[in-house]
C-alpha cells in the first residue's frame, strides 16, 4: 500500500475513510468551496465522474476554508449544498485545512510529491491582481486545485484551480491513467 493511501480521512458524514478504499481506482482530489467564484465547477466534476466513473474514476472532494473563507458551512450544509446545487453524486470528505500551520496530512503528501501545477499562472496572476497573497508556488493556490492518483495510489498530476473538469490536459491525463491495469 502507498503511503497516501493510509492516511486517515473522514467522510463528511462523519465514518472513517483512506483512500485505501479505493485501490485500483484512478482518483481526482480536489479542494472544494461553497462560495468560490469556481464553485460552478462542481457542475462539470459530477459530469466528469458520471462519465468515466464505470471506467475506475474516483473524485474525491475536500472542503476547505483556507481562501478567503469561501466554505464557512459545517459538513453537513456542504453536503446539502452540494447535494441541493449540483446534485453532487462523488465522494465528499470533512472539510479540512489543505494549506497552512494545520495543513491536512493528505495535502502535505500530495503538495510535498509535486510542487508544481500544470496550467499555473494565468490564475495566480489574477489573484494577484486583486491583492491576493498567493503563497509559495508549492502551496496549493486556491479552491478547485486538482491532484491525479494512479491506479497503485501514486501522485501523478497536478492541476490549477482554474482547469475545468472538460480542459483537455486533465481529461488527457485521466483517460491516460484509465487505461493502464
Not at 464553485?39 to 472542503?63: C, D, M, N, V, W
Not at 491583492?131 to 508556488?137: F, N, S
Not at 494512479?150 to 485521466?174: C, E, Q, S, Y
Request: glycine share 8%; hydrophobic share 35%.
Amino acid at each position: 500500500m502507498n503511503a497516501i493511501q493510509s492516511i486517515p480521512l473522514k467522510r463528511i458524514d462523519g465514518t472513517t475513510a483512506s483512500l485505501s478504499e479505493y485501490q485500483g481506482k484512478v482518483l481526482l482530489i480536489i479542494n472544494v468551496a461553497s462560495k468560490c467564484g469556481l464553485t460552478p465547477q462542481y457542475e462539470g466534476l459530477e459530469k466528469l465522474y458520471q462519465s468515466k466513473h464505470a471506467r475506475g474514476l474516483e473524485i474525491l472532494g475536500f472542503p476547505a476554508n483556507n481562501f478567503k473563507e469561501q466554505e464557512p458551512g459545517t459538513d453537513a450544509q456542504i453536503s446539502q449544498f452540494c447535494t441541493l446545487n449540483y446534485d453532487v453524486h462523488f465522494p465528499l470528505f470533512s472539510k479540512i485545512s489543505v494549506k497552512g500551520a494545520d495543513q491536512h496530512p493528505l495535502y502535505a503528501a500530495l503538495t510535498k510529491a509535486i510542487p508544481a501545477t500544470i496550467g499555473d499562472g494565468p490564475f495566480r496572476e489574477k489573484l494577484k491582481g486583486y491583492g491576493i497573497d498567493t503563497g509559495k508556488p508549492s502551496e496549493v493556490l486556491w479552491n478547485f486545485e486538482k491532484f491525479l492518483i494512479d491506479r497503485k495510489g501514486n501522485i501523478v498530476g497536478r492541476f490549477a484551480p482554474d482547469i475545468t473538469a472538460d480542459d483537455p490536459r486533465l481529461l488527457a491525463a485521466i483517460d491516460a491513467e484509465l487505461k493502464k491495469k
